[in-house]
């Protein structure tokens, strides 16, 4: 269910066996598709604040149309595009271009890729050469796609055309995968490594190792997403524990700042995975029992307090970003992976309900918000 959520080895042993059950959403909706009118969509107001969010009303007893709906801050609702009801998988949202124009999506390993230009509803298909799979566009407007390759033991991060050709290779790894995420301007990417955080190049080539003392070579470090224009917000993995643990890592190459401690396998928090700095205090996106997500306020000490969010199940809450006071959030509401998107203020507990889905319906399938560089936790 997660858009651009990657699979990540260093992060097996602590998802388990039931996180398949409990994090994906087993919509079945694909197949011939309409493009829905555009002229109503207020484009020149589109900004931050925006989503766009795949919905269906599918049940695993019925299949039903999925639509691909552009969400403004106050919850109205513009369609774009719909998959009919069919018995395949319907292509997961996983990024939106920073121009506002196009949105990109994946059929799953192996699979094709999929544009969509939101302004006209044309969706193109096609696929990363090397069998490449997408992890998003590049920034800040989305001229080029950013895709990882796997062979054998190497990984490979490139950019690659709005057509699929292969126009530059930006980072290699042998752990399996390799994680990048672009800063605001796009000149540099923050990428995973072992012993640390690389940054690199849009064009090519390491700028400079930016080392976090203590990471486990064998674990290392994935790049969350840019916490400030200078600062590298990422999750590393100790020596000790293989739990996750955040720092602030500064690409000047300065020394990393621990943003929450070492957490321990006995503890209800099983590592902290992403984080938002709010007025009301600091809340993380951790890791919970078998698989599942977890919504936490840090406490002055390092310690946290679950958080509570009104009208879901309070199981495996995501966070896709933060606005302001708020955080949006793709929570389960019902059983058989029910879910629905809201904007929730932790300090006051006020709710903004964007899709409150129907207890026995599938409901969002993936959402990105607009100029966000958090679109899902790097797993």
């Known amino acids: 269910m997660f858009a651009n959520v990657r699979r990540r080895g260093r992060m097996a042993a602590l998802i388990g066996v039931c996180a398949a059950a409990a994090l994906t959403t087993i919509a079945a909706s694909a197949g011939a598709a309409t493009a829905q009118p555009q002229a109503r969509v207020p484009w020149a107001k589109v900004g931050s604040g925006w989503e766009l969010a795949q919905y269906t009303n599918g049940t695993p007893a019925s299949h039903e149309p999925t639509t691909l709906y552009l969400v403004g801050p106050s919850g109205a609702r513009y369609p774009l595009y719909t998959w009919r009801a069919s018995a395949s998988f319907t292509p997961v949202l996983i990024a939106w271009s920073g121009d506002k124009t196009r949105a990109l999506f994946y059929d799953g390993p192996g699979g094709q890729t999929a544009q969509l230009d939101l302004l006209t509803g044309t969706l193109s298909r096609f696929r990363l050469a090397g069998q490449a799979e997408p992890v998003g566009y590049t920034l800040p407007d989305g001229l080029n796609i950013l895709g990882e390759r796997v062979s054998g033991q190497t990984a490979t991060l490139a950019r690659y055309s709005l057509t699929g050709k292969l126009v530059k290779v930006l980072a290699t790894s042998k752990d399996y995968s390799v994680t990048g995420v672009y800063s605001a301007d796009g000149t540099t990417l923050a990428v995973s490594g072992t012993t640390g955080i690389r940054l690199v190049s849009n064009a090519g080539g390491v700028i400079r190792q930016l080392p976090v003392p203590g990471t486990d070579p064998q674990m ?140 026995n319906a599938f409901g969002v399938e993936s959402v990105v918000a607009y100029d966000s560089r958090e679109n899902a936790p790097a797993l």
């Open 220 to 359: 290392g470090c994935v790049p969350v997403r840019w916490w400030s224009a200078g600062t590298v917000l990422a999750q590393c993995f100790g020596k000790r524990y293989d739990t996750a643990r955040l720092f602030l890592v500064p690409a000047s190459g300065a020394r990393p700042t621990a943003l929450t401690p070492q957490r321990t396998p006995s503890g209800r928090d099983l590592g902290d995975i992403d984080g938002w700095r709010l007025t009301s205090g600091l809340y993380l996106q951790s890791l919970g029992a078998c698989g599942t997500l977890e919504l936490n306020k840090q406490n002055a000490n390092g310690s946290v307090t679950p958080v509570s969010v009104p009208g879901t199940l309070n199981l495996s809450t995501r966070i896709v970003t933060a606005s302001g006071p708020r955080l949006l959030v793709d929570a389960l509401t019902g059983c058989g992976d029910s879910q629905s998107l809201l904007w929730f203020n932790p300090g006051t507990k006020a709710e903004q309900w964007l899709f409150k889905t129907p207890k």
